[in-house]
């Protein structure tokens, strides 16, 4: 079994491929955010409560999303703002 990066319903995943009959075997730990996020979507919402940090508001993101889209300590996150509407865009 050889080490490779594939594609699993277009997220880019750790896995592993047989060098015989090149069969894939995804990682359990990179596909159960996947899953969960495609159980999301089909409901398609997913509500948070806002928080309160000293003087600031904050808004808290679901494990789940925080793994899938790889939010980490000091990602930036952008916020396209229309009537009515918040989008938010992760960069960087």
């Known amino acids: 079994m ?3 990066t594939d594609y699993f319903q277009g997220f880019k995943v750790n896995a592993w491929q047989c060098g015989r009959c090149k069969d ?3 990682d359990e730990a990179d596909i159960q955010p996947i899953l969960k996020y495609n159980k ?3 409901s398609k919402k997913v ?3 806002v ?3 000293g003087k600031s508001k904050i808004l808290r993101i ?3 999303i925080e793994q899938i889209y790889k939010i980490t300590k ?3 996150i952008e916020f396209e ?5 918040i989008r938010l865009k992760i960069s960087g």
């Open 74 to 76: 000091g990602k930036k």
């Open 62 to 64: 679901p494990k789940s």
């Open 40 to 42: 999301l979507k089909s």
């Open 24 to 26: 894939i075997v995804y």
């Open 81 to 85: 703002l229309e009537p009515e509407v």
């Open 51 to 53: 928080g309160v940090l």
């Open 2 to 4: 050889e080490r490779i």
């Open 47 to 49: 509500a948070s409560k």
